[in-house]
Each structure stands twice: as structure tokens, then as C-alpha cells.
């Protein structure tokens, strides 16, 4: 029996997962978190799929990524030192405006995506030296990589494109949408348990510390939050979601910030953060109850509600609301705020089932099913490497979330 390593690699931390690889999906062993790299206090956490905490026994600081992957496979390796891995799946931001598959990885297939770096500073860099310690570490595994692109590359062009000089659409400047391994996952779900919704019109809200939100029709995007980079669209945690670029000028001119500075200001400072003055923590938020949560909390599902209705005309009407990410698949009060009073929009909820975290949480009669769905980005990063393994999917240029359908 062979197993598969999941790792998504951010700026500061690193997920990973350990699969088992069988006849059926792979059967999730164990899950965890290298959190704070780079930082004194750096920390490993895991958990097995039936719930039971695994312990890191060697705590102290991690410097880098490759540090941080060390330290997670010792762990793994002493909880289940039967494990042999066949293959490891990275989920990596960014794969350009071609790639709309997962792809084998290289060194010279890594080397490419470094051209897309400054397209996404703050995460590709990372998602590449994560795969890069991967590599080295488990040199005869195959490696694969998921695209958080690669799902919106059926966008129309008209969803692709800022109005700017062709030229910069050419050198790249176009809307690619990102969280595509997680609307991978939810479409391909949706496939398997509601076929019907599946081929209709579709927008998924994942509402997480990041937050996106995708038009489907029959399980593929056609439209999305997110465009150039992760910090457009809805507001996020700690990042701004959109803004008038004016505003990046004036805080050039008029306020005399650097490059640095202003993507500090946006990508960490804004947000939930930014407006709350409080914290990021969706949580924390819903308990304080002061009026600067409470402004935060109201722009937050103002912003939802205003893309629900232009995703909504996007797709010319809409089957299913589906939410997902941290706060989408647990916080009953944000699910309400964004469908609460919209029977005019063809959605009503159930009160019972909102407060459940039911699968479906509107009333029998509501036109428009409003669904929560846990996503499972982990999961579709280790289908990715089976199909790799099988020769299947994605050695032949398919899509894994069609081959799933
Ligand atoms: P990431 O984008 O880092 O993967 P997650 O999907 O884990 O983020 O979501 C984190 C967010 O989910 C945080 O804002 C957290 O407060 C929120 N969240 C988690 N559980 C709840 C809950 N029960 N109620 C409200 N918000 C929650």
C-alpha cells in the first residue's frame, strides 16, 4: 500500500496531508499545520482522520520551507513508519493563463512557473521552494501540481480582460481567478450527489481567511470574484478585496507609500482586520459587538450579497447557492445575513437548518437550494496524484474535476 503527501505551501505556514492510496478515492490518514515558519514560536499540529491528536517531539524554530517539510515528515514518519510515498501533490497559485489541468512537476516545469511569480509574489515563491524541498526529499515520487487558476480558465474573455491597452492583456494583466482546487472539489461534488444542480447555474462562496466566490454552469467557471491577484473581489481577512485603483495612486502621491508599504497595507492590514481594528477571526468578530465589528461584518456580507447579484446576472439565474471555506461551512449568522430577506431573489432559508450547518439550508420551497459543502482542497490535490500515478486524467491533459464528473 503506497501513500500520498499533499502540501500546500504559504508564506508563512504549510498544510499537508497524508493519503492512502487504494482502489477507491485516497483515504485520508492525517492532516496538519507547520505554522509561524520563520518565527520563534514556530509549531507543528496534526491530527489523524479519526481524530486523534499527533505530537510533534521535536519543537524549536523552523527557518524555511524545506525546514518546515522536515519537520512534518519526521512526524509523519514516526506516527506511521509504515508509510511509503509514491507521490507527492502541491497545490501552487498560479499556472498562468494556459494551464487548466494539474501537470506533472519537473525542475524545468518549476523553473517555468517562476515567470509567474511576480504575478502572485507572496505566494508562488513559496509554493515553488515547498515543491522544490519535496523533490530533493522524495526524489523517485512522483510530483504533481494543482493550479488555483487553472479551474477559471474557461472564463469568457469578457471575464478575463481589464479594459486597459491590449498590450497588457497580452503580457498577461487579465483576471485568472483563484481557490480553483477548492471549486474543483465542490464541482465535482456536486456532480457526484446533485447531478441536476450540477448542470445548472451555480455560485459557490468560499468564505475563508481568503474569499472568492465563482459562477458555474454545468460545474464549470464562468466567472469570479478574484481577478488579477488574491486580493480582489470580496473583503478577506486581511486583505482589502476591491478597491478603485485610484486609491493606489493617491497613496503613492498623496501618502508617499512604497510598493512594499501599499502591498503590506492591503494583503495584511485590511479587510476584517483593517475594519474591525479587532482581529481577522470571523469568530471574534460575531462575539465582540462593537460597532466597528459590526460595520466590519456588514460590509463583509454587503460585498456577498452585491456579487451574488452580479454572478446571479452573469449566469442569466441561478439553481444553487453553495458556501463553503471556514467561516461559509460554520457561521449560521453570515449565511443569514447574505440570503436573509431575498424570497425576491428566489431564496428562502430554513432557520433550523442555517443553525445546523445542514447540507441543504433552504426551505423545501425556496427556488434557489442554498447549500453548505466542506470543502476538501487536500482531497483533490492526492485524486490528482492517483490519476498521475494510474497514468490516468491528468498524464493525458484531462481535467481531473471532468473526470470526476
Ligand atoms: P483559510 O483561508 O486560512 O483556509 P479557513 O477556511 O480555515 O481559512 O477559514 C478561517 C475563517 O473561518 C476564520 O475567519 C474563522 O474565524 C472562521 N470560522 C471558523 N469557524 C467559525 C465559526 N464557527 N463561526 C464563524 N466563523 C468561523
Known sequence: MTHVIT??????????????????????????????????????????????????????????????????????????????????????????????????????????????SPFAPLHQPHNISGARAAMERFPDAAQIACFDTAF??????????????????????????????????????????????????????????????????????VGSTMGFSALDGLPMGTRCGQLDPGVVLYLMDQEGMSADEIADLLYNKSGLLGLSGMGNDMRVLEQADTRESRQAINYFTFRIRRELGALTAVLGGLDAVVFTGGIGENSRLIRDRVCG???????????????????????????????????????VIARAAADLLHNRGSAAGQPIHNLRA
Not at 493519503?19 to 485516497?26: E, I, R, S
Not at 431564496?347 to 433552504?362: C, G, K, M, Q, V
Request: hydrophobic residues 40%; contains cysteine.
Open 7 to 116: 502540501l500546500n505551501a504559504g508564506s508563512s505556514s504549510l498544510k499537508f496531508g497524508l493519503f492512502k492510496l487504494g482502489v477507491n478515492d485516497p483515504a485520508l490518514v492525517c492532516s496538519g499545520l507547520v505554522d509561524r515558519i520563520g518565527m520563534p514560536d514556530a509549531q507543528v499540529e496534526a491530527e489523524t482522520a479519526d481524530g486523534n491528536h499527533v505530537t510533534d517531539d521535536a519543537p524549536g524554530p523552523i527557518a524555511d520551507q524545506a525546514e518546515a517539510l522536515e519537520r512534518a515528515l519526521n512526524m509523519l514518519e514516526r506516527h506511521f513508519p509504515e508509510m511509503v510515498v509514491s507521490a507527492v501533490g502541491h497545490r501552487i497559485v498560479h499556472g498562468g493563463a494556459e494551464i487548466d489541468t494539474p501537470q506533472p512537476l519537473t525542475p524545468q516545469m518549476l523553473k517555468a512557473l517562476e515567470k509567474f
Open 152 to 221: 477559471h480558465r474557461s472564463h469568457p474573455w469578457v471575464n478575463d480582460v481589464f479594459a486597459l491597452p491590449r498590450e497588457f492583456y497580452d503580457k498577461g494583466v487579465r483576471r485568472y481567478g483563484f481557490h480553483g482546487v477548492s471549486y474543483d472539489y465542490i464541482s465535482g461534488h456536486l456532480a457526484e450527489t446533485a447531478p441536476l444542480l450540477h448542470a445548472g447555474r451555480v455560485v459557490v462562496a468560499h468564505l475563508g481567511n481568503g474569499a472568492s466566490m465563482c459562477a458555474m454552469v454545468n460545474g464549470r467557471s
Open 341 to 379: 430577506d431575498m424570497g425576491w431573489f428566489g431564496i428562502e432559508l430554513d432557520p433550523d437548518a442555517n443553525a445546523d450547518n445542514s447540507r441543504i439550508i433552504s426551505t423545501d420551497l425556496s427556488r434557489v437550494c442554498v447549500m453548505v459543502i466542506p470543502t476538501n482542497e487536500e482531497l
